[in-house]
């Protein structure tokens, strides 16, 4: 069971979506416009989701805020739009999947489904945090620290530092990443995982000219690397 935010303009359109998913065994807390959802969402909640065409301030600016009050909360766009511009724009804003309208509510039940699995943390026993040098990522508690400090990042950030992490010295591709991280086929997010890239590292104090710990195989992909073994075998 998830504590679920649906944000839908469209009175028919909401309750149809709200006794779908608590059919499907969630709670759900409806709203009409975007300032409601900005007045409602906490960091209790487990999942969103957001329509885009809203009365008072379109969803692809609503994201954003949302993201203000919880950081790690998964957000869902449903969405009617398919040019990509904004498709691109959401993923970079932090959005997590997508369901086209109109939909099922089969298919949209199935949809939250698997956004819920994909993040849920791990039981507390089920993985040591991961160390890479001076840099550790916990998993259970998604936390991050570098040389003792934490480091504040993004539900999608610290999804992709941990796929990198947990494959320290491995590239991987760009391909693998859409896949496993955005959980969308490759098509057109290049732009999007280079821009997430570059946000990492910046997080992590580096640069493309100057890496550390994230560095660019040209042509192939990305790896993290411990440096202090790269020092080392140098």
Known sequence: MALVLLVEDDHAVRRAMTEALRDAGHVVQPVGTALDALGTVSKDHDLVVLDLSLPDL?????????????????VIIATARTDEATLVQLLNEGADDFIAKPFSSNVLTARVGAVL???????PDDDEPIKVADLVIDEV???VTLGGNPVDLSRRL?????????????????EELAREVWHQPRLNLDPTID???SWLRRKLGETAANPRYVHTVRGVGVKLIDPCSASSSA
Do not use: W
Not at 117 to 123: E, H, Q, Y
């Open 117 to 123: 699995r994909r993040s849920k943390v791990a039981a």
């Open 58 to 74: 379109d969803g692809v600016k609503a994201l954003p805020m949302l993201r203000g009050v919880n950081k790690d909360v998964p």
């Open 195 to 197: 821009v997430h890239v």
């Open 141 to 143: 508690r998604r936390v």
């Open 158 to 174: 610290f999804d992709l530092l941990a796929y990198l992490a947990a494959r320290c010295g491995r590239v991987v591709s760009k």
